[in-house]
């Protein structure tokens, strides 16, 4: 069978298992792997001198291993058989993906924080990576909901970017450069030098993935007024990227997200997203989660398209 369609199963496969399962917890899981690698690396060479070219010769080191590796074990699959690569793939895929397990955790600090206030901050505590001890039933809310704008970029859009780009193996090879950031790209006494190489990367890796993010959440929310919102707010943030789906998602709600919070014990000061400061509602949530699920639709629809083009216009050249 052709690669393209046999690619185009996986991932339909895979992104199916996702909104079905979720992810998946007593099965293994490549991001789990790259933790440790990733920790076991940054023990031994997180120390004394010469961090900054330490930490981005692991950081690349282990993103390079992560395509060739891939690439060759998918290579042989793909000889060896059709079913086996696409079961393989198709498993990859689904563990590359976060968009069920995404909006189940958001739904969840909504309804703990509807209870109390302290499962509320523990709920937020399982997806943000901020001290949630001191935060207000609104700061909850507010946490829970930026979370949602930004993974659907980092933990939906950008995985499957990628693997309309490089394949599976450009997914996984991204999923390992985003687990890099998320464990050492912070700009603290530890992280600062060590983790720099990781953090540039990752904002390169997701420089498009989040603006096409935030454009797609404005299109399925019908809010087409509001492109000039989002040129003025999402690179009003601390980070490059994540200030886009913010941004889109206070359009669409017509609120504000941003201000200080409290990471690894230092006070951090995000600029303010959108100019409507207002409390948060279980209404908001279920707006919220329906433009993401949408821009999930949209964004596979449109890889099955592209995926069905590619294949057409490949068999009309063999046919020449």
Not at 16 to 37: E, N, Q, S, T, W
Not at 50 to 74: D, E, M, N, P
Not at 115 to 143: P, Y
Request: include cysteine; charge should be neutral; charged fraction near 20%.
């Amino acid at each position: 069978m052709d690669t393209v369609i046999l690619n185009l199963i996986a991932l339909l496969l895979g992104w199916l298992a996702d909104r079905l399962f979720g992810d998946p917890i007593r099965m293994p899981h490549p991001v789990v792997g790259y933790g440790k690698l990733i920790a076991w690396g940054e023990k031994r060479l997180n120390k004394k001198q010469h961090r900054l070219a330490k930490g981005a010769c692991w950081a690349a080191l282990l993103v390079a291993g992560t395509y060739v590796i891939s690439s060759i074990c998918f290579s042989w699959l793909l000889s060896y058989s059709d079913y086996l690569y696409v079961a393989v793939t198709g498993f990859f895929v689904f563990t590359s993906l976060s968009g069920k397990t995404l909006i189940r955790e958001v739904r969840m600090v909504f309804e703990a924080v509807d209870r109390s206030l302290e499962e509320g901050r523990k709920q937020v505590a399982r997806i943000v990576g901020r001290d949630t001890s001191e935060l207000s039933e609104q700061e909850v809310r507010t946490a829970a909901l930026e979370t949602l704008a930004e993974n659907l970029s980092d933990g939906v859009i950008a995985p499957l970017f990628w693997w309309a780009v490089l394949g599976v193996e450009g997914m996984l090879t991204y999923k390992m450069i985003n687990t890099l950031d998320s464990m050492i790209g912070y700009k603290n006494e530890r992280y600062l030098l060590f983790g720099r190489f990781a953090a540039r990367l990752d904002d390169v890796a997701n420089y498009l993935p989040a603006r096409i993010t935030a454009v797609l959440m404005l299109i399925v929310a019908g809010t087409y007024s509001k492109f000039s919102f989002l040129r003025k707010y999402g690179s009003a943030h601390s980070s490059p990227n994540s200030g886009y789906p913010e941004a889109a998602l206070a359009a669409i709600l017509n609120a504000r997200f941003g201000g200080s919070h409290l990471y690894f014990g230092e006070w951090v000061h995000k600029p303010y997203i959108g100019e409507n400061e207002r409390d948060f509602t279980t209404t908001d949530m279920k707006i919220a989660v329906r433009v993401n699920l949408y821009v999930e639709i949209v964004t596979i629809g449109l890889l099955v398209a592209g995926s069905l083009i590619l294949y057409l216009c490949l068999n009309s050249i063999n046919l020449l």
